[in-house]
């Protein structure tokens, strides 16, 4: 596919690739990250998010993927991506849920994009043991601008046992200070349902009562 000319074919191909999960493509796939065109870097990363997709048979053939990617996303190699690039570094390295993709996708909760936003706060849910610093960023994104973002970050949450989760969680549900928009209170009563099922925290029963 590489002696493909026409720039949107090569991309439908990039892609078929993806749904193909081919890992053979992987090192070509690794290379276009270095690359400039716009296009070929949103389908080379969603077609290595499929390749690498957690718990997949194929997932650890994008290892090299990993770091290239988050240098995309954070725009630590050099000139900044677009949004749309942006947003599908961040899509794909969420669906990987790599442990080296965390740093990346939490730094990303401040990117000025809303859909980058909400990919990297999905993306972390995906990410097997969160430390302390990413669970922080998490908590500060419960009052995103964006409502999206909001919802992502509480299922997110929801998946944790921390109890400064639980906690946070029920300080936006008082009706005096907390979240105001019903689809999102809704997200995070059953985020907090779902932390409850699998740690009691006494302290969140009083908290929700006042």
Avoid at 24 to 49: C, I, T, Y
Wanted: charged letters at 25%.
């Amino acid at each position: 596919f590489t002696n493909e000319s026409d720039l949107s074919s090569r991309a439908s191909v990039v892609g078929a690739l993806g749904e193909l999960r081919d890992v053979q493509a992987v090192p070509e796939l690794v290379r276009f990250l270095a690359g400039d065109q716009s296009l070929l870097l949103v389908h080379a990363a969603g077609a290595l998010g499929q390749i690498g997709e957690k718990s997949s048979p194929t997932a650890e053939a994008v290892a090299s993927a990993v770091e290239p990617m988050c240098r995309l996303l954070t725009g630590s190699g050099g000139k900044p991506a677009s949004p749309e690039v942006r947003e599908a570094m961040a899509r794909a390295l969420g669906r990987m849920g790599s442990k080296q993709s965390m740093d990346a996708l939490v730094a990303a909760l401040d990117d000025e994009s809303v859909n980058v936003r909400f990919y990297a706060a999905k993306g972390l849910g995906n990410v097997s043991d969160l430390g302390e610093q990413t669970i922080d960023g998490l908590l500060a994104h419960l009052t995103d601008p964006d409502k999206g973002v909001r919802s992502a970050v509480a299922i997110t949450l929801g998946k944790l046992t921390d109890e400064r989760v639980s906690q946070a969680i029920a300080a936006q549900l008082t009706p005096t200070s907390g979240e105001k928009d019903a689809e999102v209170r809704t997200t995070l009563w059953r985020s907090l349902i779902a932390i409850q099922k699998r740690q009691t925290d006494p302290n969140v029963p009083a908290a929700l009562a006042d």
